[in-house]
């Protein structure tokens, strides 16, 4: 078959892999599919029918839902459909996870692969190397469906929650009232909300957890930058006391497998603000619907048995439309559906590393860089070196470059009076003998000290000057990690996934400027990137 559209060998490792326009799609599609089948239509426009297409299921975490659903998805299709066995697989014997893929992947034309892991950043890491080989080989680009990764995200149960939610409101798309409860701390499927939530045009939403189940303060930031309105309670019977309840409400368990000790010991205490109680059904508005992504704790439910047979109970309908998504995405991403997708398409941010600006020399006739340090006839000086911040902060960045730059050569350095002010500081680090430096040492000047100065001296004099900013990516160097230890890349998994660090976008400028790893999206102060 040849593969049209702009789906075709696409990765979802998080929502946001889909534009706005190309999620609303997936839902028409999934709704035009789900209709088709119950009213006992023609459904073949959504059959693959190819044995030559492979959809490979890896679970490496446990499932019910979203591993069956997918195998049904990919039946339905027509795929040949394989289910790989992770527990006994090469795994145990330290086989990296992209030297098993790129085995797999030869065997079939085409193939999705549908993951599950405990590790965070999986698909991303692997659309990376795979495309790499990919295009070695000449073959096309394999597709990653994130089928959840630790606690960051679950993209394809979003997409059948907000599936589910449309459903409910008529596929009306202004307004969504929404109450996230249960644990919103480590529950990725209520993370997912940040950007699956966006196809809304207004979005209110009612976080009800504990203090320690909070949504983290990055995804209610994230939720916030993009006009949600959000309030927070820590206790359901606090919600209901405000008055202002959502129509829609979207229970999760406890995730008692990802909980520290401290955490687990008060999961009792905690689950109990967050399970509904019979008393509490008078509170809630004639037509509301409960959700949750499944499975719920069989002892401890934080929406119990009694609501089953009652019409609040929307999360068995939900269920079932996670074989309807799946097959659209399925579908989508082989190549067979989008034909006709209309609307404004993913784009990939391309960085630009413009981080290095020759600046103006000012004219001045005494020799510069002399206070306190050696006169530089030529070589190097490094100036206003994390310009304005305390004295301490100043030292620390000196100690910082000269460290990374490994400048273990001839050198004075020191922290001065900046002419920006009375009380402002700035570092200096003067380098004689240096008179040139490589694009690798710049960028990581750029990313150490963002916002100082490079000067080639000659003849006393200051030649060329170059102002150096935050890098918009951190990568290829051997001193930076992720200190997520559950993402790909952390060095403890020896997975080989080289670091990669892309500057946030909307950063208030150094040092407050912030970092996310490119894998498990974990956010790192600039300082934090760095190995010391
Ligand atoms: C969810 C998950 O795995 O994150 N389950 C699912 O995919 N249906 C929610 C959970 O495990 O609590």
Known sequence: MERKGVFAGRTVAVVNDLSADEQWYLYSKARELKEAAMAGRDTGAFRLDERDYQVYLIFMEDSTRTRESFRNAAEFLGARTNIFDAATSSFNKNESMSDTIKMLYG??????????????????????????????????????????????????????????????????????????TGDLYHGRTVHSKADGLGIFREVELDLVAPELLSMPPHYVERMRDKGFSVREYASLDEYL????????????????????????????????????RRDMLGKLGADTRFYHPLPRDRMN????????????NGWDAQSANGYWTRIALLGMVCG?????????????????????????VAESRKPEYKVGIKPVEEGIVIDHIASGEAIGTIWNNI???????????????????????????KGIISLPDVISFG??????????????????????R????????????IYGFDEISC??????????????????????EGGRGCPATTFVCRYCEKEHGFGEIWDL
């Open 107 to 180: 065997y079939a034309e085409g193939s999705t692969f549908v993951i599950r892991s405990r590790l965070e950043g999986v698909c991303r890491s692997l659309e990376a190397s795979l495309s790499r080989y990919a295009e070695q080989t000449g073959r096309p680009r394999p597709s990653f469906i994130n089928a959840g990764d630790g606690k960051h995200e679950h993209p394809t149960q979003e997409f059948l929650d907000e599936f589910s939610f449309l459903e409910r409101l008529g596929w009306k798309r202004d307004h969504i009232h929404l109450c996230l």
């Open 241 to 276: 006391a405000s008055g202002k309840v959502a129509p829609l409400w979207y229970f999760t368990r406890l995730q008692l497998e990802r909980m520290g000790d401290a955490v687990l010991e008060r999961a009792e205490g905690l689950r109990q603000s967050v399970t509904f």
């Open 301 to 312: 439910p934080t929406n119990p048995g009694f609501l089953d047979e009652l019409p609040q």
């Open 336 to 360: 067979l559906l989008g034909g006709d997708f209309e609307g404004e398409p993913h784009k990939e941010t391309n960085y630009v590393d413009d981080f290095v600006v020759e600046a103006e």
């Open 399 to 425: 100690e910082a470059v000269r460290k990374i730059l490994g400048l273990n050569v001839r050198s004075s350095h020191g922290v001065y009076h900046s002419n920006l002010g009375k009380e402002v500081y």
């Open 439 to 460: 694009e690798r040492d710049l960028k990581k000047l750029a990313a150490v000290a963002p916002g100082c100065t490079l000067n080639l001296v000659r003849g006393h």
């Open 462 to 473: 200051v030649a060329r000057k170059y102002r150096l900013s935050m890098p918009p990516r």
């Open 483 to 504: 200190k997520n230890p559950a993402c790909i890349s952390h060095p403890d998994h020896k997975e080989g996934v080289a670091p990669e660090f892309l500057r946030k």
